[in-house]
Each structure stands twice: as C-alpha cells, then as structure tokens.
C-alpha cells in the first residue's frame, strides 16, 4: 500500500459515534514454542480510548468478560473475578500475550484511520484500507459491515470485525 489519494469509506449504517457492537475474533499466531492465543466473541464496546466498555459474551448471551476504563486504570471483570491494569496495552498483552493498538481500534472499526499516528491509504481501489502502527487494515468488505487488520511482524496478530446493523 502507497499513499496518496484514496478514499477511506463512511462508516456503516448503525454506527453512532462512542458505541459498536458485532462479532470479533482476534487471533495471534504461535511463535517459539508458544501455543496460538484466539478469541472470538459477541462485542459491545462504548465510548473511546480514555473512557469507556468493552463486553464480550457468548452466542448465547453469556458474559466472557467485561472491561471498564478510564485514565490510569482498567478493570478486566471475568467469570473467575476481577484483575486491575494501568493500562489498554498490559490488559491485551495479559490475555493475549501481544499489546493490540485499542486506541486506534476505535477509529479502524469505523473505517478510518487514528488520528494518533501516520497512516498510509491504499492507492488501489480493489483493495480499499490503509497501513498503520505497523498493521495493514483491510476495508474491502466495510459496506457489508467488516473490518479485518493483521500485523505481520512475528508473532502475526489478526483482528477480524463484523458490526451489527441497526
């Protein structure tokens, strides 16, 4: 992917501006010796970066787990109990051994590229998105409501996202 001028598409129908709900599957990939990490869950993630929710639940409604921060604190509610981080990046490398870009997350979900760092457009129409953080968003399928991003760098981390529509 190149810069210059490409179109990143509106967000989908549904998608207000501090909440998204849908399916969300995160894999990172196996390295040295160590097992591959995978969840995949029904999301409701509300408000942004420095304030907000983040559920996950099963098929069936059952709560997997809760997340509520603010600055300076984030607390992981799961079945097994509760666990305080500083921090996005040390909740996500706990649970999945790798830190995932959460702040940037907010915006890729809406098809768009954070704010918060350099990111450079695709300049090919067939594959719409961008590159940013070092992750290669990909926008083909964002009028059906889905949102795939990968980081290539080992271990290889994907993130998978179809919203709900109203």
């Known amino acids: ?3 210059a001028c490409a179109v990143v598409p509106s967000a989908p129908d549904g998608a207000s501006a ?3 709900s849908g399916r969300l599957a995160v894999r990172v990939d196996s390295v040295g010796g160590a097992p591959a990490r995978s ?3 029904a999301f409701d993630l509300r408000g942004d970066a420095s304030a907000g929710r983040l559920s996950l639940s099963t098929p069936l409604g059952s709560v997997l787990a809760q997340a509520r921060w603010a600055p300076g604190s984030v607390l992981l509610t799961t079945p097994l109990g509760e666990t305080l981080f500083p ?3 040390a909740l996500t490398r706990e649970v999945l051994g790798e830190s995932l870009p959460v702040a940037a997350l907010f915006d890729w979900l809406r098809g768009r590229p954070w ?3 350099p990111s450079t457009l695709s300049v090919n129409a067939a594959e719409p998105g961008f590159e940013q953080l070092g992750w290669v968003v990909d926008l083909a399928r964002f009028d059906e409501a889905w949102v795939a991003a990968r980081r ?4 290889v981390v994907s993130v998978r996202a179809r919203m709900d529509r109203p």
């Open 1 to 3: 992917m190149t810069g």
């Open 115 to 117: 704010p918060g760092a």
């Open 39 to 41: 969840v995949s869950a």
């Open 152 to 155: 290539e760098r080992v271990p």
């Open 18 to 20: 501090d909440a998204l």
């Open 87 to 89: 921090d996005l990046d």
